[in-house]
């Protein structure tokens, strides 16, 4: 019996036309998925009923793949690929397993010689870094900062020393209710020279993308609260 593909299923940024932001095949290979793994079942399905309204919804098999699933349970998710059935590994927002849970799925399907098989569509880190004006020859994703003030604010520490000992521009984000925080922290730590990007709410009618040094941004009053937001910075 042949082995199904894992597809890396891509999905909008924002409450977007799918077929504005991701390409054609996204919306065939969905058309012909039945079997999910996904974060959240209600946003997925939500999704897949926009991409194709006609699919039938009760024929679709969902995998939930949470903060609060047993690495014993998702070891069963790729049974379908295993019975010959290609499987959808679909993310909450932008691409799978990038900032995004599934990247043990993935593994997974590689130590059984299950096909991998990622689609295009779009990724905020990506999509910042390509608007930055920032080193895109070297760059690194750090993920979330700490929570703890102090804490944030020597790691934003180290990664300007960082930045700067490798130019290597540094990728972060934050929840989005605490982005005004942050935005707070970054202008009272940095170097008025360092530079910050801001990317928020990438691919929607409210994007709003900007490169200024520190000292420039502290005269620059701009609303982050609650919308997805990318932080990079670099330090010549």
């Avoid at 998702?74 to 590994?89: E, R, V």
């Avoid at 993310?91 to 130590?111: F, M, Y």
Wanted: net charge positive; glycine share 4%.
């Amino acid at each position: 019996m042949s082995l199904g593909n894992l597809y890396l299923i891509p999905t909008t940024l924002g409450d977007n036309e799918p077929l504005e932001v991701l390409p054609i095949l996204v919306k065939k290979i969905v058309e012909q998925v039945d079997f999910y793994i996904v974060e959240n079942e209600k946003s997925a399905r939500r999704f897949i009923k926009k991409i194709t309204p006609r699919k039938s919804q009760p024929s679709l098999k969902i995998f939930i793949l949470d903060k609060y699933t047993s690495e014993l349970e998702s070891k069963t998710y790729l049974d379908a690929c295993l019975q010959g059935k290609n499987i959808g590994l679909l993310s909450e927002a932008g691409v799978p397993a990038i900032a995004d849970p599934g990247a043990n799925i993935v593994i997974q399907a590689h130590q059984n010689n299950i096909r991998v098989i990622p689609l295009v569509g779009p990724s905020s880190i990506t999509l910042a870094m390509m608007s930055s004006g920032l080193n895109g020859q070297n760059f690194a994703f750090n993920g979330y900062l700490p929570i703890d003030k102090l804490e944030r604010k020597k790691a934003i520490k180290e990664l300007e020393k960082l930045s700067k000992l490798k130019n290597q521009s540094q990728i972060f984000i934050e929840t989005p209710y605490r982005n005004d925080k942050l935005f707070s922290d970054l202008k009272s730590v940095l170097t008025p020279s360092t530079l910050l990007c801001i990317a928020v709410d990438i691919t929607l009618s409210t994007e709003f993308i900007k490169t200024l040094n520190i000292s420039d941004w502290k005269n620059q009053k701009v609303n982050l609260h609650k919308r997805p937001c990318i932080f990079i910075i670099h330090k010549f």
